[in-house]
C-alpha cells in the first residue's frame, strides 16, 4: 500500500461525501422532509468506497479480490439501511429530531441553515466515518484480520435487518399501538439495530487493520460508537419512548441499553 495515495485522494472523496449530501438536500426540499438525509446516509458509504475503489485502480490494476468481498459486505450493509429506511419515510410526517434542529433557524436563511446543521454536518461525518473503508480500498494485500472483521460485520447486519424487520412488523399491528416493543431480539436489548450498527463498523475497522497502519483509523468506528450511544441514536430516542410508548420506562429498567443479555426481572416496589 502507498499511504500517500490514501491521503491524496481524501480531497476527493470528501468532494463525493459532500455531492451524495447535496443530491439528498435537493430530495429532501423536493419532499419537504429533511429526514430524507437518513435514506442517503447508508448508501453515501457506498458511493465514497466506490470512488476510493476506483481511485485506487489506477495503482492496483488486478486488486485482491477480497476487497470485493468487502465491497459486497458494505453493498448489503448499507443498501439493505437505505431501503428499510426509504419503506418507513413513505407517507410520515418529518421526523422529530429535525424539526428541532431547524427551529434554531430562528429568522435565518432556512436552506442555508439546513445545509449546514443537517447536510454538511452530515455529510463531513459520512467522509470521517468512512475512514476504514476508503484505507481498505488503497490496501494492495489485507491478511487474516479480515476474516473476524468479515464475521463481525456479517453478525452486525443480521441484528440490524432482523431488529427492523421485528419491530416494523409490531409497528405495523394496530393492536400494538401505543405499546412497547419488548419481543424477539429487543427483549435482549433496547437496541437491537444500533448495537448491529456498531458491530458493522468495529467489523470494518477490523478489516482496515488488516493492512500495515489501518489502526490509525481508530477514531472513525469510536465516532460512530458515540453517535449511537450517546448523542443522535440512544439518547434521543429513548427520550421520545418515554413519553410515547406505554410500559417503556418498565422495559428500560428490565432491559439491557445496548449489549444483549438475557431480561432482569421486574421488581415490584
Known amino acids: 500500500m502507498r499511504i500517500a495515495s490514501f491521503f491524496e485522494n481524501l480531497p476527493f472523496s470528501l468532494l463525493v461525501a459532500l455531492i451524495w449530501v447535496l443530491i439528498a438536500a435537493a430530495v429532501g426540499r423536493r419532499v419537504h422532509r429533511h429526514a430524507t438525509i437518513d435514506v442517503f446516509w447508508g448508501a453515501g458509504f457506498l458511493a465514497v468506497l466506490l470512488e476510493c475503489l476506483v481511485a485506487s485502480s489506477r495503482e492496483h490494476p488486478q486488486p485482491s479480490a477480497l476487497r470485493y468481498v468487502v465491497l459486497a459486505l458494505v453493498g448489503v450493509w448499507s443498501l439493505r439501511l437505505s431501503i428499510h429506511l426509504a419503506f418507513r419515510q413513505r407517507g410520515a410526517s418529518e421526523d422529530s429530531r429535525y ?20 447536510y454538511g454536518l452530515q455529510g463531513l461525518l459520512l467522509w470521517f466515518v468512512s475512514m ?23 453478525v452486525g447486519v443480521f441484528f440490524e435487518g432482523v431488529g427492523d424487520e421485528q419491530l416494523r412488523r409490531f409497528v405495523a399491528n394496530p393492536v400494538n399501538r401505543g405499546t412497547t416493543m419488548n419481543q424477539g431480539l429487543w427483549r435482549y436489548t433496547r437496541h437491537p439495530n444500533y448495537f448491529g450498527d456498531a458491530l458493522v ?62 431480561p432482569k426481572k421486574h421488581r415490584n416496589t
Open 132 to 154: 476504514p473503508l476508503q484505507w481498505t480500498a488503497f490496501s494492495s494485500q489485507l491478511d487474516w484480520l479480515v476474516v473476524p472483521g468479515l464475521v463481525l460485520g456479517l
Open 99 to 118: 424539526v428541532a434542529i431547524m427551529a434554531g433557524a430562528k429568522g435565518r436563511h432556512e436552506t442555508f441553515y439546513a445545509f449546514k446543521m443537517i
Open 201 to 262: 463498523w468495529a467489523g470494518f475497522y477490523v478489516i482496515a487493520c488488516s493492512s500495515p497502519w489501518g489502526f490509525v483509523t481508530i477514531l472513525s468506528p469510536l465516532t460512530m460508537w458515540w453517535l449511537l450511544t450517546s448523542l443522535s441514536g440512544k439518547p434521543m430516542l429513548e427520550k421520545k419512548l418515554t413519553k410515547t410508548r406505554a410500559g417503556y420506562q418498565e422495559y428500560v429498567t428490565t432491559t439491557s441499553s445496548f449489549i444483549p443479555r438475557p
